[in-house]
């Protein structure tokens, strides 16, 4: 299954934003794409546009409705529905739950429907959209880089247990991306994401060009690689870098009220 074209493709969230870019991406090169979304409307807009099915509904519980559309078979994955939760320790339970359950627990439930026919098969490819913040962290969002670094670590993990068996994983770090979840991040998305900001179809295509390379992680905005080295060469320079720019979130949050 190295080429696209024909291959039975699921896109979680793929509604907006980055999704409908993947979904599109995907449609282009010949696949047969499900389009998962919360919202039934945007799936079948973007469903109806690319010529594919729309499965609507929680990404937790889309494998077997997507399955089923797509004529019994998935070749390709696509973990992306996520939400952008922001807060910190005072954050309630139940927000620190949600952002849990959809930004990793959707991935491992995904896995869970989908990796007895993919080992039986020898071949499968599973997509994770997580984020920077799952190789760095997001300013003012502790449940949102928290369970980004939750989504990387089951991705990573996935890959290297199941590299031999002809699995293929990728994990998608992009930094800021213009969507509806980059409009609502507020003024820590401003000052740190607005500015170097992509179009989403920049970061599926960062997805193709690693598919055929065969790598494992997608760096649209490729600083976040020197960022990552940075981070773990001198981990409390990277603290104290980090922190300048939350005292300068601070001073904007306070400007602006
Ligand atoms: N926009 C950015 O700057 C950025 C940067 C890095 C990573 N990401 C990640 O990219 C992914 C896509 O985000 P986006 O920016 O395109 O956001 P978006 O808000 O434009 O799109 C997200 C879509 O997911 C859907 N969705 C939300 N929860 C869902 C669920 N439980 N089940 C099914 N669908 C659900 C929404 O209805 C929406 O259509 C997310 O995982 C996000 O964390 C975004």
Redesign the pocket.
């Known amino acids: 299954m190295d080429s696209v074209e024909g291959a039975r493709v699921v896109v ?10 993947l979904a599109r991406g995907f449609a282009a090169r010949g696949a047969r794409v499900a389009v ?4 039934a409307g ?1 799936a079948a807009a973007v469903a109806a546009e690319i010529g594919g099915v729309a499965v609507p ?4 519980a ?1 494998v077997a409705d997507a399955r089923d559309a797509l004529g019994g078979r998935v070749d390709v994955y696509c973990a ?5 939760t922001g807060g910190d320790p005072m954050t309630d339970d139940d927000a620190w739950q949600h952002a849990w ?3 990793v627990m ?1 991935h491992v439930r995904a896995c869970r429907a989908l990796l007895p026919a993919w080992l039986e098969r020898g071949e499968g490819r599973f997509v994770a ?5 799952g190789l760095l962290t997001m300013l003012g969002a502790a449940p ?1 880089s928290v369970t ?1 670094h939750g989504a990387l670590a089951f991705a990573e993990w996935l890959s290297l247990t199941y590299r031999h068996r002809g699995l293929r994983v990728h994990a ?11 409009a ?2 507020g003024e820590a ?1 401003r000052l740190m ?1 607005a500015p170097d ?1 992509i179009e ?1 179809g920049a ?1 599926a295509d960062a997805l193709f060009t690693a598919m055929a390379e065969d790598r494992f992680l997608v760096l649209p905005h490729p600083e976040a690689g020197r960022f990552a080295q940075a981070r773990a060469a001198d981990p409390d320079r990277w603290l104290d870098t980090m922190n300048h720019y939350q005292r300068k979130l601070e001073t904007r949050e306070g400007a602006a009220q």
């Open positions: 979680t969230g793929g509604g907006g934003g980055i999704g409908a870019a998962n979304d919360l919202d945007k509904g929680d990404a937790a889309t992306n529905a996520g939400v952008g359950d959809v930004n959707a959209t997580v984020s920077a913040a949102y980004k998608i770090c992009p930094q800021g991306v213009r969507t509806d979840m980059l609502a991040s998305g994401l900001a989403p970061v």
